[in-house]
């Protein structure tokens, strides 16, 4: 089963794997989602709303539906 | 030496801007797209140079049409807007990512500067970044560091403009270029090129003294709390409201006082004749046309500047995006739609911060639906005149809740029409979010009156033009008429007011009536009456709905004139008599329920406000969508007021 960023609980410390393609997915690389970044998910916006991640110390804020394009793995050192 | 200022969106580009050129600024257009070119001036001695400032951006490729600029401008040589030289602001914070636009810039063989900004935020983080380091992989760069809040740097970056590093063909990397095109594959290709090389250089910039786990900002916990983070906002809001509704007004009596006084003098002082009434009727009440509006939107600018640069803005965006989306709005369209409850006109300039253009041209075409405060004189008149006072249901006041029924159909056809827009307006960019959540800070007080500083200023040059024009048209339509028509009347008067014994201000409040109704405007009042009928309005009416289109307080003062009683300026006794009073020609009164109710929800929906409609163009930069709105509130407002007369008549 593939993980989504979309679906990752708060707090969660995950690893960017790969990018689905989409019109988005140069913009999602230029905001620093890279191949192999790690990140944390921070907190979510109520009713279902976007969901805010750690990248590099910055707070990037995503739709669900943009998130649900990031493949990642959990990251097991922390 | 034109000088273009680039970087990633809250990198402190703005304070590098505001370091560098002081108060010598000034914003004009980029031709094409609807940002705003804010350009000023550095002087380093002698030496003069021009800098422009770009939108922020990620890269150099367009994610939106206005990010467009960035790419064109730099991209090629032979573009109006191509500088000699680029000033790129890199967030020390955020090295990695900042690094792929400067790296891009980079390899454009432009002169150019990268000034390390927000050097102390990084070492906050525990991060330092190895300036010699950055410079020997950019040889041909100039690199400054700079704590742009503290002005700190500003003597360097001075240095280093003036003693440019010529370009000679040193690039970031061998195998990566600029994508030459748009192609979205190959601007993919560069993307991840130039990361993959940033990651493997970044381990000799950047040294992490000590990696700390960054907890959960505590005040995010609550600023985005389900209960909490709306009733915050909310709470603000009020605050927010109660200051503009307070201290706004002041100023507001004070102007409108102020052009009143001014034109009644000008008015005695001069020679009487058409260049007099020009001036003491038609431009002075139109420049204080202009002039009123600039307290409410100094007031809501600072506010908004307050939440942008506290960084809380943000956060508003985060918990409102889903609440909006399915009206084709945008989490950043809660700004401009609130505000518009004050007054659309600011309401419609901070839609700019909505980088999606479809979302920002729905929030702006739907934007002056929200009942603004220039509604509530015409609304008091009318609600007195035909709903009565009575309570309901043991505490419910009618009077104040037709009141309240009527914001709440402004908000819900804003809604509506918003919906049904985001079905017809075609983009060929989809709408993302994907927005940096910048960390909290404290305003600075020069960033904020820069920007209360340029809105007054945009609103007053480019807006003002044609709001004067407008209201010298109107002045001349309502003060002429077909060749000695308005004479005949004005004979009339002068007998009957010997036979009937008229007091000065009686004769006045005639001749002024008696004018009107024989201007051009009199006669356009009377020529729409067939079209008014099936709402119940008679040509007095009439004339009131076209005055009012100067804005639609002007409802009340120009039925007074109509009626020809004095405007006591408070509760309008006499003209609420004097409408009470009118019949038809059959014997009924005009002003019936259905006819008062018909005219409010006629004012709920129809563009009455050329401020708006003047502002709306300069935000679009073609008249064609101010044109599309003024048709579709139009259209819609005369429907609504058709169905309601027939429903209650």
């Known amino acids: ?78 | 030496m034109k000088i273009a200022l680039l970087g990633n969106p809250n990198t402190g580009k703005s304070t590098v801007f505001n370091m560098l050129t002081g108060m010598r600024q000034h914003v004009g257009n980029f031709p094409g797209v609807t940002v705003d070119k804010k350009t000023g001036i550095i002087e380093i001695g002698e030496e003069k140079h021009e800098l422009v400032d770009f939108p922020g951006t990620y890269s150099l490729y367009p994610r939106s049409k206005d990010e467009e600029i960035v790419y064109t401008s730099l991209c090629d040589p032979a573009n109006s807007e191509y500088p000699d030289a680029v000033i790129v602001i890199v967030d020390a914070s955020n090295l990695e990512r900042n690094l792929l636009f400067f790296s891009q810039v980079y390899d454009l063989q432009i002169p150019i500067i990268l000034v390390l900004n927000m050097t102390d935020l990084a070492h906050k983080q525990n991060k330092k970044v190895d300036v010699k380091a950055l410079q020997d992989i950019f040889p041909e760069a100039s690199v400054v560091e700079s704590i742009a809040r503290i002005k700190s740097g500003k003597n360097q970056l001075f240095y280093a403009i003036s003693s440019l590093k010529e370009r000679k063909g040193h690039i970031f990397h061998k195998d990566i270029t600029v994508a030459s095109s748009l192609d979205i594959k190959e601007q993919e290709q560069d993307t991840e090129k130039r990361f993959l090389h940033i990651k493997s250089i970044i381990g000799n910039l950047e040294s992490v003294i000590e990696k700390t786990d960054r907890p959960a900002n505590k005040w995010d916990k609550i600023l985005v709390h389900p209960v909490f983070g709306y009733l915050i906002f909310a709470a603000i809001l009020l605050i927010i409201f109660q200051f503009i509704y307070v201290f706004a007004t002041i100023p507001m009596d004070l102007i409108d006082g102020f052009f009143a006084s001014f034109s009644q003098w000008m008015a005695q002082s001069l020679p009487e004749g058409v260049l007099t009434d020009l001036l003491s009727q038609g431009i002075i009440p139109g420049i204080g046309g202009i002039a009123i509006f600039i307290p409410q939107i100094a007031l809501l600018f600072f506010f908004i500047a307050i939440l942008e640069e506290t960084g809380y803005l943000s956060r508003v965006v985060f918990i409102m995006d889903k609440l909006l989306r399915p009206f084709g709005l945008n989490g950043k369209s809660v700004v401009p739609l609130l505000s518009s409850v004050a007054c659309a006109i600011p309401g419609i300039m901070s839609a700019r911060t909505i980088s999606d253009w479809k979302e920002r041209l729905i929030t702006i075409l739907v934007a002056p639906l929200m009942s603004c405060s220039a509604r509530i004189p015409v609304y008091t008149v009318l609600i007195a005149l035909v709903i009565p006072n009575k309570t309901v249901f043991g505490f419910m006041n009618v009077q104040g809740l037709v009141l309240f029924g009527l914001y709440a159909l402004g908000l819900v056809s804003a809604l509506g029409v918003a919906f049904l827009m985001k079905l017809f307006i075609k983009t060929k960019d989809k709408g993302f979010l994907m927005l940096e959540m910048p960390s909290y800070k404290m305003p600075r007080v020069q960033n904020i009156l820069m920007v209360v500083l340029e809105k007054v200023k945009l609103f007053v040059w480019d807006a003002g033009k044609i709001i004067l024009s407008i209201s010298i048209i109107l002045w001349a339509l309502a003060s002429f008429g077909p060749s000695g028509r308005i004479d005949e009347v004005l004979v009339a008067i002068e007998t009957e007011a010997i036979t009937e014994n008229w007091t000065d201000s009686e004769k006045n409040q005639e001749i002024a009536s008696a004018k009107l109704e024989n201007s051009y405007i009199g006669i356009l009042g009377k020529s729409i009456e067939p079209v008014i009928e099936p709402l119940g309005y008679d040509w007095k009416i009439g004339i009131s709905l076209i005055t009012s289109f100067a804005a639609r307080e002007v409802f009340v003062g120009s039925m007074a004139t109509i009626y020809a009683v004095g405007d006591d300026g408070e509760d309008n006794k006499p003209l609420l008599e004097k409408m009470r009073s009118q019949t038809r020609a059959d014997g009924s009164p005009v002003f019936t329920l259905a006819t008062g109710v018909s005219l409010m929800i006629f004012y709920v929906f129809a563009m009455q406000c050329m401020a708006t409609l003047a502002v709306v163009k300069r935000e679009t930069k073609t008249w064609k969508w101010p044109l599309i709105q003024l048709g579709y509130m139009g259209v819609l407002a005369y429907l609504a007021a058709f169905i309601t007369y027939n429903l209650l008549s």
């Open chain 1, 1 to 78: 089963m593939e993980k989504l960023l979309s679906n990752i609980k708060n707090g969660e410390h995950v690893i960017v794997r790969e990018l689905k393609n989409s019109v988005f997915k140069v913009k999602m690389m230029e905001m620093g989602l890279i191949k192999g970044k790690k990140i944390e998910v921070l907190f979510r916006a109520p009713f279902g709303g976007p969901i805010a991640i750690d990248v590099d110390g910055y707070t990037l804020s995503l739709r669900k539906d943009e998130a649900a394009l990031v493949l990642i793995d959990i990251q097991n050192d922390v």
